[in-house]
């Protein structure tokens, strides 16, 4: 019983950023799955779709057991991961043609969204950590599972939908930029690559877009597509440009220790690779696929890397 009871209290310290291993883990699976690595990528995605139902449980029996920790919990920007695992895992599942799950999800989180959203913009202060961003990944992550689901089942108003929620989702971009705590890059605990994580998954739902409008060519005139593929290059390059700069960092301040925050460092790795492959594929700069394959296998390393410290953290909880 002793064993049951630490692996309990282990559970119970596990804080909103939490689901930023889902994030990390479905991301890693949709980029598997561009590459042609389809059994990894559904192995990838069970851990994940297993961990979103453990996380999803969780939620709600905090909400009905402990709501003063729920609603405090909710008030913080990693409860967005919530919305943002959902959209990745949406968008994983309709590659694979299950369309009617992908369509559930996009609306739970588009349920959770505005309400979650509001509360955490509200009680952003001066000098935040690099999860101040998931305000911009969860906007986005509708925008990415919004126009994949408009291309294929050719729904119009869900495109512009899409549209719009990349437009606000760059402005909350802007809006965090100003909140961020710059030092973050040298200090932080691994969330202050969502500050170029927030970058790739705009520039994908932007290479989403464009695809869109290859779909359907009367989404939007000619000049809005053309504006729509400059600023979609235009984030993928700010967002590798962070990667240099963040990946400079750790090797400048090495933070070697596990920390559930690095999972935030996986998801903008493994977003950065499935962007450039994206990217590449919707503008026609087939060169693109390189660097997005090696980006790829990165994030896969981190990604193994981080489940190998998270186990190791289990395992010292164990009673001896």
């Not at 980029?31 to 453990?54: F, H, M, N, P, Q």
């Not at 991961?81 to 694979?96: C, D, E």
């Not at 950590?129 to 305000?135: I, K, R, Y």
């Not at 053309?226 to 400048?252: C, I, N, P, S």
């Amino acid at each position: 019983m002793s064993g049951i009871s630490q692996l309990r209290a282990w559970w119970a310290e596990r804080p909103p950023a939490a689901g930023a291993a889902v994030m990390a883990t479905g991301i890693v699976s949709v980029g598997l799955s561009l590459t042609g690595y389809e059994t990894l990528s559904r192995i990838a995605l069970v851990l994940a779709v297993i961990a979103w139902l453990a996380l999803g449980a969780d939620f709600g029996v905090r909400l009905v057991r402990d709501r003063a920790r729920w609603v405090a919990e909710a008030c913080t920007p990693g409860a967005l991961t919530a919305i943002a695992a959902t959209t990745v895992l949406g968008t994983r599942l309709s590659a694979l043609g299950w369309l009617g799950l992908a369509e559930a999800l996009l609306a739970l989180a588009a349920l959770l969204w505005p309400g979650l959203l509001i509360v955490v913009v509200r009680h952003w202060g001066r000098r935040m950590p690099g999860a101040v961003f998931l305000g911009c990944v969860a906007t986005q992550g509708l925008a990415v599972l919004g126009s994949v689901l408009a291309a294929l089942v050719g729904v119009e108003w869900l495109a512009h939908a899409a549209l719009a929620l990349f437009w606000l989702g760059i402005v909350l971009y802007g809006v965090a930029l100003l909140r961020f705590d710059i030092r973050q890059v040298a200090t932080g605990a691994g969330d202050q690559w969502v500050a170029g994580g927030a970058l790739a998954i705009s520039a994908l739902a932007g290479a989403k877009l464009v695809t869109a409008h290859h779909a359907n060519p009367y989404l939007w005139n000619d000049d809005d597509n053309g504006v729509l593929r400059a600023v979609t290059a235009a984030l993928l390059v700010l967002d590798l440009a962070w990667y240099v700069v963040l990946f400079a960092a750790e090797a400048v301040w090495p933070r070697p220790r596990y920390d559930v925050r690095r999972w935030a460092t996986v998801f903008p790795m493994g977003m950065t690779a499935v962007a450039t492959l994206a990217v590449g594929t919707a503008l026609g700069s087939g060169w693109l696929s390189g660097p997005g394959q090696t980006l790829l296998w990165i994030a896969v390393a981190a990604w193994l890397l981080v489940a190998a410290g998270a186990a190791g953290r289990v395992r010292s909880r164990a009673p001896r």
